[in-house]
């Protein structure tokens, strides 16, 4: 199972760590999100480095749909229900200042950067659309409806953010790690205050950035009960029309659809990892169906942590964890909040006010539904008297028979069949 990003970039090689070493700023975690932080940390002058226990970019970012948008499904709606209108405005400029950035770096980088127009549909209510164009319209982004959309399903209409974008993450990517201090097959081993021991070294250090996609400290911060993880699946087509924009349903059931050169990126199948899924059968059946001559060339699948507000935790680690730091939960949007994360993180260390932080900091409020669902499921699975069990916390495993694989419905963990990790937060093989 390769991505079409994995599939058509020529990727680094990063030393591993051969020594202890003292730094500035500690990034664990070499995806998009912990190599933005060091690009932009070492653009200010501070020594950092950033480890990574496998490849850069070799997990959550080469399975990504590759979105610059700030157009996050109907997350605004949402926002001003559970964060008020202050840090509604404040996620909504974040990510249109982060889609900025991305157009203005990637002007010297040569990633198939393509501006598009981003559509949110809806198959069945059009008020979900109303609604949130009045949000938008209060937060002063001006939006408009339509309804005629150059997909093979019929739509009651379509929400319409102009000037969005979509690339190639790895060539973006292996662009701006180039000049980092980077180390692969670099594991954390322990995390203590100020100290990270490897496999190959001790790193201290001031500041430590945890971005690894689910962070990897259980006793601060109950991240284990804040965050779940989905899985959902694409395929790349040959010889499907094109579509000429970014479309998302706002169903959590739905299809998203996007060109990438001559191929057309087909996604869905959205569940809790963990949970009984039909993989990239629905979307083969999809296609056989309205674009009968096109050909699967590459299919793949990407694991998102989802929040209980609907915006990402990007801030201090917990109020008791001096110096470190964390970038999760991005909810499926991981290319603009992994800039957010950049920009927020780097004018904390280096103590500066950021306008956008306090929508962000991981302190807030957890008094939301999903909070008493990510519990029972937990509770739930952790009463399971079955084999095997999760190493993380002790949840018993789901076998996921569309990928072969051993998952965990409570925090997302995934193995192989034979017991080896592929997913955190589980930080050893299955038991």
């Not at 917990?318 to 780097?346: C, D, E, P, Q, R």
Request: proline share 4%; hydrophobic share 35%.
């Amino acid at each position: 199972m390769e991505s079409l990003w994995s599939g058509t970039a020529n990727m680094h090689q990063f030393p591993s760590l051969r020594r202890s070493m003292k730094v500035d700023v500690l990034i664990i975690g070499g995806g998009l999100a912990g190599l933005l932080c060091a690009y932009q940390l070492a653009k200010e002058g501070v020594d950092c480095i950033v480890v990574e226990e496998r490849r850069i970019c070799g997990g959550i970012t080469q399975n990504t749909t590759a979105k610059i948008t700030a157009q996050h499904g109907l997350v605004y709606q949402k926002l001003m229900k559970k964060l008020g209108e202050e840090r509604s405005r404040q996620y909504l400029q974040a990510q249109l200042a982060a889609g900025e950035e991305y157009r203005e770096l990637c002007k010297q980088i040569n990633c198939d950067y393509e501006e598009k127009l981003s559509y949110v549909y809806t198959t069945t209510d059009l008020k979900k659309l109303e609604q949130e164009q009045r949000v938008l319209d209060t937060l002063g982004h001006p939006t408009e409806i339509v309804d005629d959309l150059p997909l093979p399903i019929t739509v009651k209409g379509a929400i319409c953010f102009g000037n969005q974008a979509q690339f190639h993450p790895l060539k973006f990517a292996m662009k701006i790690a180039k000049n980092l201090r980077v180390y692969e097959h670099t594991k954390v081993l322990e995390l203590g205050k100020h100290i990270a021991v490897t496999n190959h070294g001790t790193v201290r250090a001031k500041h430590i950035i945890i971005a690894t996609h689910f962070p990897m400290l259980n006793k601060h911060g109950s991240y284990f009960l804040k965050l779940y993880q989905e899985r959902s699946y694409v395929l790349a087509l040959r010889d499907a029309p094109q579509v000429d924009g970014m479309y998302v349903d706002e169903s959590k059931d739905g299809l998203s659809f996007r060109n990438a050169g001559e191929y057309l990126i087909l996604g869905g199948g959205s569940k809790r990892t963990g949970k009984k899924t039909t993989g990239w059968q629905e979307l083969e059946d999809f296609a056989a169906q309205h674009y009968p001559k096109a050909k699967p060339a590459f299919r793949w699948a990407a694991q998102d942590c989802m929040t209980l507000d609907g915006s990402a935790y990007i801030g201090p680690y917990s109020a008791n964890t001096a110096g470190l730091y964390v970038a999760t939960g991005f909810n499926k949007w991981g290319m603009t909040n992994s800039m957010v994360a950049s920009h927020i993180l780097t004018d904390r260390i280096l103590g500066r006010d950021n306008p956008y932080a306090p929508a962000f900091d991981p302190s807030r409020s957890v008094f939301h539904l999903q909070l008493a669902a990510n519990a029972g499921e937990s509770m739930l699975n952790l009463l399971t008297p079955t084999v095997p069990r999760c190493p993380h916390l002790g949840c018993a495993l789901k076998y996921n028979a569309q990928e072969r694989t051993w998952d965990c419905p409570c925090h997302g963990s995934r193995f192989t069949e034979t017991g080896k990790r592929i997913d955190n937060p589980a930080t050893d093989d299955k038991r």
